[in-house]
Nanobody
Framework: QVQLAESGGGLVQPGGSLKLSCATSQSVIRFYPMGWYRQAPGKQRVLVAG???????NYVDSVRGRFTVSRDNAKGTVDLQMNNLKPEDTAVYYC?????????WGKGTLVTVSS
């Protein structure tokens, strides 16, 4: 059973920072691509940042230069450091693992950017 546990969401003012963390098992993090998605109210879930087992990373244009994704195989974590947050970053953020043709999801963590 694939388990993905997110933490680190919360309320932050515009311009602030938050760090999200996703914990999973060694059998997942060592062998499969992982990433972070977000879903804003009334919108579809979209990719924010992805990371491959080989260390490649990719970002959606709207967060490039502000967000940094990193994976630590030893700890079994994929982190998303979010800086200079904007109100439009408000969403539920989900950790994702792609195993073959199947997407696995965490329960999500809410990030609210508001003054």
């Amino acid at each position: 059973q694939v388990q993905l546990a997110e933490s680190g969401g919360g309320l932050v003012q515009p311009g602030g920072s938050l760090k999200l963390s996703c914990a999973t098992s060694q059998s997942v993090i060592r062998f499969y691509p992982m990433g972070w998605y977000r879903q804003a109210p009334g919108k579809q879930r979209v990719l924010v940042a992805g990371t491959s087992t080989g260390g490649n990373v990719n970002y959606v244009d709207s967060v490039r230069g502000r967000f940094t994704v990193s994976r630590d195989n030893a700890k079994g974590t994929v982190d998303l450091q979010m800086n200079n947050l904007k109100p439009e970053d408000t969403a539920v953020y989900y950790c994702n693992a792609k195993i073959g043709l199947v997407d696995y999801w965490g329960k999500g963590t809410l990030v609210t950017v508001s003054s």
